[in-house]
């Protein structure tokens, strides 16, 4: 009786337990389907980016006719739900939808501005992966606008091809996705063109078929990338791969009309092995360049592996794209604001290959600078410069300026080990301005509150910092 008296007391308490622990689990547990947020809330693109998941992976799968300009895709995300999900968005404009899935399923959708709004047929759990597969066609059309001087970027269409440079909002013009740096992904890309064309892309190439009169590019990259920093040029290109000295892959792609592309290789090797030295290891598979000849879009873009030049063509150009690869591409601003961090860096990385090189030093670039700007050139506020003049000359030159007198201040060992830290610390990740003064300080031992103040949040020149 002892022993079952015990056992029924063990009974009891189990069941107490289970009784006092079950209903609050199991509501717990209990799903809370709702839409994922319409935008990520970025100061500057609100709706850029959407709530409620994660993407993955991207496989991409095109076919572009530049006779006729259409571009025909089936893309799938694959994305982990970070809230129990009703439905979610995806950021689309412009094309055609012509079915969406979800898990291989059939799912209802809905346009809504830049919005791809999907309800799948079921509520898809938090932590869940899924797929969603989308099929589209269409003529994309690049944006235009203030952001980028009322030029075109984006998808733009030349005779042979397609020029593809979307930073900071243009990805959704041409395939769905969650089109925010916060949310990087890897990705599958394959292109389909005419025979006798090339689509270059992000990674490595890991197939060139043709079949008929097509060819098809499969390009992997498996590293994280932001959507904005991928990119399937098209044209007619003469292609070169190798290696750079160290070692690395190298793959470009140079239109044959634009003069002077011999010198391209062998410098976007040799400034990738040497930022290598300088910045730390190369944070991708291959480096390269695609060489374009499209004068109407007057700027390159740092897209991940392979920097896209367009009308803007010099070696310190290459210096600034491939600086890039670590500030911009590997270490992705977590909101546009903070659009220094790539801009200001990479400016900076430009004159210092200048520098290295037996050109002006940094220190003479930044007199000059301090000396000839006019008053309006010190107005913008360059961790925060406003959406419209995102590319302001100030984030790129004061951006750049601010980390010469950086160096100046902490000397040359502290601060090269500081953009060493600062690359390896979120590599492949995110990081905003208040990350950096925190590790400037760290590695200086320093209160530099006021230095940056002065110089990345006061709307007027620096006297004493
Ligand atoms: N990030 C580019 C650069 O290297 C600038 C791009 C400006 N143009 C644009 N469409 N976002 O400086
Ligand atoms: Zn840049």
Redesign the pocket.
């Known amino acids: 009786l002892a022993q079952i008296a015990r056992w029924t007391a063990a009974l009891s308490m189990v069941a107490a337990m289970t009784f006092a622990v079950a209903p609050s689990s199991a509501a717990a547990a209990r799903p809370d389907f709702r839409p994922g947020a319409p935008g990520l809330g970025d100061p500057y693109f609100p709706l850029e980016g959407n709530g409620g998941y994660d993407a993955q992976h991207y496989s991409l799968n095109l076919a572009y006719d530049p006779a006729t300009k259409v571009l025909r895709g089936t893309v799938h995300m694959l994305a982990r739900a970070t809230q129990d999900l009703s439905r979610f968005d995806l950021d689309f404009q412009q094309l055609t939808v012509r079915s969406v899935t979800v898990n291989g399923r059939q799912a209802a959708y809905a346009r809504d501005g830049q919005e791809l709004v999907v309800t799948p047929n079921a509520g898809l759990r938090r932590h869940s992966v899924f797929d969603v597969g989308v099929t589209y066609d269409g003529i994309p059309q690049p944006l235009g606008g203030p952001?980028?001087f009322g030029l075109p970027?984006g998808w733009i269409a030349t005779e042979d091809g397609v020029l593809v440079?979307c930073?900071?909002n243009a990805a959704s013009t041409w395939f769905p996705s969650n089109d925010h740096p916060s949310d990087k992904a890897t990705y599958s890309i394959s292109v389909t063109v005419p025979k006798g064309l090339t689509a270059a892309s992000n990674g490595v190439l890991a197939a060139q078929v043709t079949h008929g009169d097509t060819t098809t590019f499969l390009w992997n990259e498996l590293r994280p990338m932001a959507s904005y920093l991928v990119t399937t040029t098209i044209g007619r290109f003469d292609v070169q791969k190798g290696r750079t000295p160290d070692g690395l892959r190298e793959w470009v792609a140079t239109d044959p009309t634009v003069p002077g592309t011999e010198v391209v290789f062998q410098q976007t090797a040799d400034i990738t092995d040497y930022w290598s030295e300088l910045f730390g290891r190369y944070p991708f598979e291959e480096t390269g360049a695609i060489v374009d000849n499209v004068p109407i879009v007057g700027?390159?873009?740092?897209t991940q592996t392979k920097p896209l030049y367009s009308a803007v063509r010099s070696e310190t150009t290459v210096a600034?794209?491939l600086a890039?690869q670590w500030f911009?591409d590997s270490v992705s601003v977590r909101t546009w604001q903070h659009i220094w961090l790539?801009?200001g860096f990479?400016t900076f990385a430009q004159r210092y290959w200048t520098e290295h090189t037996g050109g002006e030093s940094v220190q003479a670039w930044f007199d000059r600078q301090y000396a000839t700007r006019p008053e309006s050139f010190w107005l913008p506020k360059v961790a925060d410069p406003q959406r419209d003049t995102m590319?302001d000359t100030a984030v790129?030159n004061r951006g750049g300026m601010t980390l010469q007198a950086l160096r100046v201040k902490i000397g040359d060992e502290p601060f090269f080990r500081l953009l060493r830290t600062w690359a390896a610390d979120h590599r492949y990740g995110l990081a905003d301005t208040d990350e950096f003064i925190t590790l400037a300080e760290k590695i200086s031992g320093r209160d530099l509150t006021e230095f940056f103040n002065v110089w990345l949040f006061t709307p007027s020149k620096p006297v004493t910092w």
Do not use: Q, R, T, W
């Open positions: 952001i980028v970027y440079a930073e900071p700027f390159s873009l740092e600034h794209e890039h911009g790539n801009e990479a590319f790129y």
